[in-house]
């Protein structure tokens, strides 16, 4: 993981040999602070990818093979880690969620 200038970017590579990435700027500021997180799915055609905020709120519209590009705003001071988080279906709904890259927020 490298830290530049308030950039945080994190490169994972899962089981099945594909790489997700999450990048995120500004990792620290003042509330509000509004966050753009940038990064790949998986690369796989199957499973579900998301984006697990670390204040409660998710977006699971993450596309496996595509790349892309959040805005979420942190209104409360506090640290919070968010996590790139993906999984295989499992029947209806993905059966389990790993977490594939993470980056740290810090909120004063």
């Known amino acids: 993981m490298g830290l530049l200038w308030g950039l945080a970017t994190m490169v994972m590579t899962t089981p099945a040999g594909s790489s997700s990435t999450l ?6 500021g003042t509330a ?6 940038t990064g790949t799915g998986s690369g796989m055609n199957e499973g579900v990818m ?10 699971d519209s993450i596309s496996t093979i595509r790349t892309f590009t959040r805005t979420h705003t942190y209104t409360a001071a506090g640290s919070y880690t968010v996590q790139l988080k993906s999984g295989a279906y499992g029947g209806q709904r993905p ?14």
């Open 23 to 28: 990048a995120a700027s500004p990792t620290i």
């Open 32 to 37: 509000p602070l509004a966050v753009t997180f």
């Open 50 to 59: 998301l984006l697990d905020f670390g204040d409660g709120q998710t977006d």
């Open 95 to 108: 059966s389990i969620l790993t977490a594939v890259a993470s980056v740290t927020i810090t909120v004063h």
